[in-house]
C-alpha cells in the first residue's frame, strides 16, 4: 500500500478532529482576505464564527482522545499546528482585515502570533517533562492559546457596531511616524500572557 494511504490510517478520531479546527482557522483566513477585497462585513462575521468553530474541535479532540486512550505525540504536534493556524494566525488576519492596518499595529500582530508559536512550543516540551514526573499536567504556564478568541469576539462585535476600519475606537495615535490603534495593545496584552512564566493556570 503507497505510504501516504497508510498515514491516512493511521489518524484517529480525535486527529481528524484536530485536522476540522486547523481547516476552520484557515476558512477563517480566507473570510478576512475577502473582507479586504469585498468590503463586506459578512465576511467578518464568517471568519469570527470559523474561530469560533474551531474551538468547539479543538475542545473536542482532546476529549475524544481522552474517551478512546488514543493520545499520542503525533496528536500533540498537529494539535499545536492547528491552534497556531486557528488561535494565531486567524485572529491577526482578521484584527487587519478589521482596521489594524498601520505600520505599528502589523508589528503587534506579529508580536501576538509569535507570542502564540512560542507558548505551543513551550508547552510541548513542559508538558512531556511534568507528564513524565506526576502523569498529568497540572496547570497551563501562561494563558492557552485558544483565549484569543475573545479578541475575534470583540472583532464581530466592533463589526456588528459599525466601528471597524477609520471608525475603530480610541482612535488613532503616532508612535515614530507611524499609526498605532489601541485595539493592537490587546492583542500585545494577549501575546504577553501567553507566555508569561508566572502565570499558572490549573489545567482541568
Given at each position: 500500500m503507497p505510504r501516504h494511504f497508510s498515514m491516512i490510517r493511521d489518524f484517529h478520531l480525535a486527529d481528524l478532529l484536530t485536522l476540522?479546527?486547523?481547516?476552520?482557522?484557515?476558512?477563517?483566513?480566507?473570510?478576512?482576505?475577502?473582507?479586504?477585497?469585498?468590503?463586506?462585513?459578512?465576511?467578518?462575521?464568517?471568519?469570527?464564527?470559523?474561530?469560533?468553530?474551531?474551538?468547539?474541535?479543538d475542545v473536542a479532540d482532546g476529549r475524544v482522545a481522552r474517551w478512546r486512550h488514543r493520545a499520542s505525540a503525533m496528536g500533540r504536534e498537529l494539535d499545536s499546528l492547528a491552534d497556531v493556524i486557528s488561535f494565531g494566525?486567524?485572529?491577526?488576519?482578521?484584527?487587519?482585515?478589521?482596521?489594524?492596518?498601520?505600520?505599528?499595529?502589523?508589528?503587534?500582530l506579529l508580536y501576538f502570533v509569535?507570542?502564540?508559536?512560542?507558548?505551543?512550543a513551550r508547552y510541548n516540551i513542559t508538558a512531556e517533562e511534568l507528564a513524565a514526573e506526576t502523569g498529568k499536567v497540572a496547570y497551563f504556564e501562561g494563558t492557552p492559546i485558544p483565549t484569543s478568541v475573545l479578541l475575534v469576539i470583540l472583532l464581530v462585535a466592533l463589526t456588528w457596531a459599525g466601528s471597524i476600519g477609520p471608525d475603530l475606537p480610541g482612535g488613532i495615535v503616532g508612535v515614530a511616524g507611524h499609526d498605532l490603534h489601541w485595539l493592537s495593545l490587546l492583542y500585545v496584552l494577549s501575546g504577553s500572557l501567553m507566555i508569561s512564566k508566572t502565570l499558572h493556570i490549573p489545567k482541568p
Open positions: 476540522a479546527n486547523g481547516a476552520c482557522g484557515t476558512a477563517a483566513i480566507f473570510f478576512a482576505l475577502d473582507h479586504m477585497r469585498q468590503g463586506a462585513a459578512g465576511k467578518l462575521y464568517a471568519g469570527g464564527a470559523s474561530v469560533v468553530l474551531a474551538l468547539v474541535f494566525v486567524a485572529p491577526a488576519a482578521l484584527g487587519f482585515a478589521a482596521g489594524l492596518t498601520g505600520l505599528v499595529d502589523a508589528l503587534a509569535c507570542c502564540g508559536i512560542s507558548r505551543l
